[in-house]
Every structure is written in C-alpha cells, then in structure tokens.
C-alpha cells in the first residue's frame, strides 16, 4: 500500500464510503481491506485501494425516524405528547423520534456511569453525573438526551431545575441498530459545535469504545479500545475500563 501524503484515517474513509467507522474497524480486524498499521491501534488508508478491495459490498441499510420539516424549538419540544416505545430529540430545529433502548443498551449505561460516578467522587467530588431521560439545551433549537453525561464541579452553572442549558463536560452516547448515524455524525457535529470537550461513543454492534476529545475546536480520536481491552483515557487518569464487562449479555448464546 501507498505509505504517502494520500493515507487517510478510519473516520474519513467511513465518510467518503458513507459507512459506519464500526464497519471500517471490523473490515480491518478481518484484513477485508488493505490498511497500513501505524501502531497503538493506528491505522491508515488508501481510499481507492479499500473502494478496489470493497468492489461489490452492498452499503448498510439506513434508518430513518425523522418527522416534518419544520423548525422546533425547545418550548415545541415541552408540548410533544408522550409516545410509548419512542423518544424525542430536536436537532437544530429537526424534530427527531427513535425507538426506546433495548436491555444491552441500558446495561452499558448502568455498568458505564457507576464507573463514573466511583471515579468522578475521587476525582471531582463536586461534579455531577447523569443519566438519560435528562434534556440538555444548546440555544433554543436543540434538545438532546446523552445517554450520560458528566458536568464537572466548575460548570455547575448550567444545571436548570428541569434540564442542562449548555455544555456538559462529557457526554456518551451508545449506539443502537436505529442510531449510530445520528450518533456518529449529527450529534457529533453538534457537540463539536457547542464545546463538550469529551464525547465517548459506545458501540455494542461491534464492540468498540471511542473517545473524542475537542483540540482546537475539533474532535480528535484520543483513545479507543475494543473486545476486552482496558480503556484507560488521557484525560482522566486512574479511570480504567474494563470493555468485556460492558458488553456482557446473558441473553446471547
């Protein structure tokens, strides 16, 4: 392969395949693709040697829960009637409805944010961390749930009596069959946007765990594990996860 200027990342190949990065790591755990291997699970690309490699491998399927075009704003949002089985986000001004989390999802959840909760009294004993349903706003155009958020003892500001009205510190989100493309793309951008200086996408479908930290307003991948690895982040030393506890499923044969 092109050791060159032309080598691109996991992320930017998964955007110009219009593909998962899940699907990108798999594909290269199975060595479907040619990648170079830079170390300390780096890896680089030639778009057009993996689009030769993939000639013939049908895309992934897309699902959509968007509903009509109109701008929402938060007050809309607070008069949407509940829906059972389904919840609601308004993405810049998009009104958004997905199915409710499975039993794995809220597993992860649970697992992750007792992690959390353990190593933030240590660490940030004044911080907060939560779990969803809980809204936080950016503007008045954007109501999103994090699957869990952190606010640390010095942004305790933006906590409301019904919501956060700002930037958490960190926010996670774990991607569902019905989510990771808004995951993965739109609330990433939208996070970006706002200035959460941590976001962690948790990704049971293929077991990895990714770490995106703001660096000069963009997000920077800063750590990633996957399978039974122990993810241990730069961020936030001591904190250490132990991946195969997550994905732990009894209901899996």
Same mark, same amino acid.
């Given at each position: 392969?092109?050791?060159?200027?032309?080598?691109?990342?996991?992320?930017?190949? =998964?955007? =110009?395949?219009?593909?998962? /990065?899940?699907?990108?790591?798999?594909?290269?755990?199975?060595? $479907?693709?040619?990648? +170079?291997?830079?170390?300390?699970?780096? %890896?680089?690309?030639?778009?057009?040697? +993996?689009?030769?490699?993939?000639?013939?491998?049908?895309?992934?399927?897309?699902?959509? %829960?968007?509903?009509?075009?109109?701008?929402?704003?938060?007050?809309? %949002?607070?008069?949407?009637?509940?829906?059972?089985?389904?919840?609601?986000?308004?993405?810049?001004?998009?009104? +958004?409805?997905?199915?409710?989390?499975?039993?794995?999802?809220?597993?992860?959840?649970?697992?992750?944010?007792?992690?959390?909760?353990?190593?933030? $009294?240590?660490?940030?004993?004044?911080?907060? /961390?939560?779990?969803?349903?809980?809204?936080?706003?950016?503007?008045?155009?954007?109501? +999103?749930?994090?699957?869990?958020?952190?606010?640390?003892?010095?942004?305790?500001?933006?906590?409301? $009596?019904?919501?956060?009205?700002?930037?958490?510190?960190?926010?996670?989100?774990?991607?569902?069959?019905?989510?990771?493309?808004?995951?993965?793309?739109?609330?990433?951008?939208?996070?970006? $946007?706002?200035?959460?200086?941590?976001?962690?996408?948790?990704?049971?479908?293929?077991?990895?765990?990714?770490?995106?930290?703001?660096?000069?307003?963009?997000?920077?991948? /800063?750590?990633?594990?996957?399978?039974?690895?122990?993810?241990?982040?730069?961020?936030?030393?001591?904190?250490?996860?132990?991946? =195969?506890?997550?994905? %732990?499923?009894?209901?899996?044969?």
């Amino acid at each position: 392969m092109d050791n060159g200027k032309d080598l691109i990342t996991a992320q930017v190949l =998964a955007d =110009a395949l219009d593909l998962s /990065v899940e699907t990108i790591w798999r594909y290269t755990r199975s060595n $479907k693709i040619p990648y +170079v291997h830079l170390g300390e699970r780096q %890896y680089r690309y030639n778009l057009n040697e +993996v689009i030769q490699a993939l000639s013939g491998v049908v895309k992934e399927k897309r699902q959509d %829960y968007k509903t009509e075009c109109k701008t929402y704003t938060y007050q809309d %949002y607070l008069a949407l009637p509940e829906e059972p089985g389904f919840r609601y986000e308004v993405l810049e001004g998009e009104l +958004v409805k997905e199915p409710s989390p499975n039993l794995l999802h809220q597993r992860i959840s649970r697992e992750l944010e007792f992690l959390l909760i353990t190593y933030f $009294k240590q660490a940030d004993p004044i911080g907060e /961390v939560f779990d969803a349903p809980l809204d936080v706003t950016f503007e008045d155009i954007t109501v +999103v749930q994090p699957d869990i958020l952190y606010i640390a003892g010095n942004r305790l500001d933006i906590m409301k $009596k019904n919501r956060i009205d700002g930037a958490p510190t960190l926010t996670v989100e774990i991607i569902s069959d019905s989510s990771w493309r808004k995951d993965r793309m739109r609330k990433l951008q939208i996070y970006q $946007k706002a200035g959460v200086q941590h976001y962690w996408l948790v990704n049971p479908l293929d077991n990895t765990f990714e770490c995106f930290a703001l660096r000069d307003g963009i997000y920077s991948l /800063v750590a990633l594990g996957m399978d039974d690895d122990v993810l241990e982040h730069p961020g936030f030393p001591g904190l250490a996860i132990p991946l =195969a506890e997550l994905w %732990y499923d009894p209901t899996r044969p």
